[in-house]
Each structure stands twice: as C-alpha cells, then as structure tokens.
C-alpha cells in the first residue's frame, strides 16, 4: 500500500510513519521541514506548505490513501482533499473528540457536535473553537471523497512517547522525583487516554481494511480512575512518594485548573465533564488494541528521562506551585 502522509514527523503523525513502514508499506512524507527531517530516511520526503505548495507533489504519483493528522483548519483540509482527491483512494482525517459538545455528561458517535459561532475565524486556531473547526474539518474531507471513502478518528488525550505537551507526561515524572505529590481529592474520577502507538496502529488497521466512518478513539479498554492512574505512576517510577489530596475548594481558590496544572483530571461541574466520559464500544468492535497502562507509563518515563533533559515541562504544577499546595495542606 502506498500512504502520503500529511506531517509525520511530530507526535502521531510520526507513530502513524514507524507503524506503516514496519509494515511493509510504501510512505511519502509531506511536510515544512521544520523538524524530524533525520527521520526515516528510507521514506519519500517532499517539503512544502500544505496550503500552498501541494504541485510539489511527485507529477502523476498515486496514493491508496491519505493521512491527515496535521490541521485543525477547515481550508487546509479542503485544499489537500481537492489536490489528491483524483489521486488517492481514501482519506483519513485525525479529528478529536473536542468535536463534540464536552459539557455533555457522557458521549458516543451520535452526540453532538459543536458550531462554528457567527463571525468566529475558520483560519485561526483559538481553545474556544479548536472543537468546532475539528468538526468542519471532517466535513470537508467527507464532501471531498464522500463517505464510502473517508475515516475520521476522533481521539481523547493521546500521551506516550514524543508527546510534545507534557499533559500526561508530567505524572510519571513527578513520582520519579518523589517525595510528597498534590493530587486532586477527587481521586474517583473517571479518565481516559490512549496511548500514540495503540492509535497509530489503529490507523493502519483502518487503512489496510478500507475502513469507512466516524470512530472515538479513547481509552483505556476497561474504566479508570484517577487513582488508577497514579498509583501506576507511582509503581513504575519505584520511587517512594505519597500522595497529598486538596479539596477542590483549595484548588480553585489557587488558580489551579485540572487537564493543564493537574494533567488528566478533569475539573468536575466546569463544563467538561462529557471528556472524560466518552464510549469507546465502537472502537473495541473494530478491533482496537490497548497495551497496559504500566507499559505505557513506563516508555513515556524512559523516553522522558533520556530526551526532554531539563526542558520545563509545558503542563502539569512548578515545583513552586506544588509547595505552595503542600504547605497548605500541611495546616
């Protein structure tokens, strides 16, 4: 099979390259240049813009299929879905689950999904409509090749090795430093992920059986919990810490927000609640795979360890902020 896939240097798109060359299949890499350039260099590799330079493109090459997991911007989507749509034969387009109204308490396929509000840009990324652009962007790929001939993926919070936002990240490291750790007291919440490599090899498989439609890709297979989670983290990193639960009173009088400062967690009865609560049935019916969370822990440590060096970490408390917390909850 041969893929022209859109970026493949950063995060996904770059699992998505090591599963479809692991494979046996044929890749062309389209992308800026501005990184992963030493990546496979075994692959086809054209340099260009995406919204302007697509005659870059190898003159009368074909493609089974096209990978798009690099935009949040409807135009964009639209421009490549025109270029290749006599070129390719399929299109898959990595959406996210932020398409979906997020403040529902639970989500599936059918839920809805958000508007673009009047007078709102289509051609800037803001956090207020990051959603609702996802959801045009589906629509352009789909009015592209139809919908016999495109697959979208919407993932939750997708962690693992070469995250680039540290939001899941930033745990296995804080238990490998030790010692006492602020965590939320909502220790019960519910919460999702998937792991990079479980959902690039789910794109392959799409890929390779001509899949068609909309899937959410969360995980993990079976419900989680926050305290799930950090106990995972804490066994895996072997260092000895405890952990230090603040009310969610505490929290909030601090500035302290879940998902960005507390990475994972959702703020509960703040308007997100639906993110963590999204059905992954559909996926698992089509054969989807999730390695344990030990494991996934464990590579995104090691990975951190021996890359990010002393890089602050984009998500996830200081350790000023933390001992602000500790003290605190110390009286």
């Known amino acids: 099979m041969r893929v022209l896939v859109l970026g493949g240097t950063v995060f996904l798109g770059r699992h998505v390259v090591e599963t479809l060359l692991a494979r046996g299949h044929e890749v062309t890499l389209f992308h800026r240049g501005k990184r992963g350039l030493e990546l496979f260099p075994n692959a086809e590799r054209v340099l260009g813009d995406r919204a302007t330079d697509l005659d870059r493109l190898p003159a009368g090459a074909r493609w089974d299929a096209v990978v798009d997991t690099s935009t949040s911007l409807p135009g964009y989507v639209r421009t490549s879905a025109d270029a290749l749509l006599g070129r390719a034969g399929r299109y898959v387009f990595v959406s996210s689950v932020s398409a979906y109204d997020i403040s529902l308490p639970s989500l599936d396929e059918s839920s809805r999904l958000l508007e673009l509000p009047d007078g709102a840009s289509r051609d800037i990324v803001e956090p207020e409509t990051y959603g609702a652009l996802k959801v045009l962007c589906e629509r352009e790929a789909v ?58 090899e789910f794109v392959v498989d799409a890929l390779e059986r001509e899949r068609s439609g909309t899937v959410n890709t969360v995980g993990p297979a079976e419900p989680a919990t926050l305290r799930i989670l950090l106990e995972a983290c804490a066994a895996v ?49 089509l054969g989807m795979r999730h390695r344990s969370l030990e494991t996934t822990v464990a590579d995104t440590l090691r990975w951190a360890q021996n890359a990010r060096g002393d890089a602050p970490l984009k998500a996830g408390l200081t350790p000023q902020r933390e001992a602000e917390l500790l003290a605190l909850a110390a009286h």
């Open 143 to 200: 009015a592209a090749f139809g919908a016999e001939r495109t697959f979208i993926v919407r993932p939750g919070l997708i962690v693992g090795p070469h995250d680039p936002t540290d939001r899941f990240t930033y745990w296995p490291l804080r238990f490998a430093r030790g010692g006492d750790v602020v965590v939320p007291d909502d220790l019960d919440a519910p919460v999702q992920w998937i792991d990079v490599r479980d959902l690039a």
């Open 237 to 285: 990193a072997g260092t000895p810490s405890r952990l230090v639960p603040v009310d969610l009173a505490t929290l909030k009088k601090r500035g302290i927000e879940g998902w960005t400062d507390l990475p994972v967690w959702v703020t509960p009865n703040d308007g997100a609640d639906g993110v963590a609560r999204v059905d992954r049935s559909r996926a698992l019916a």
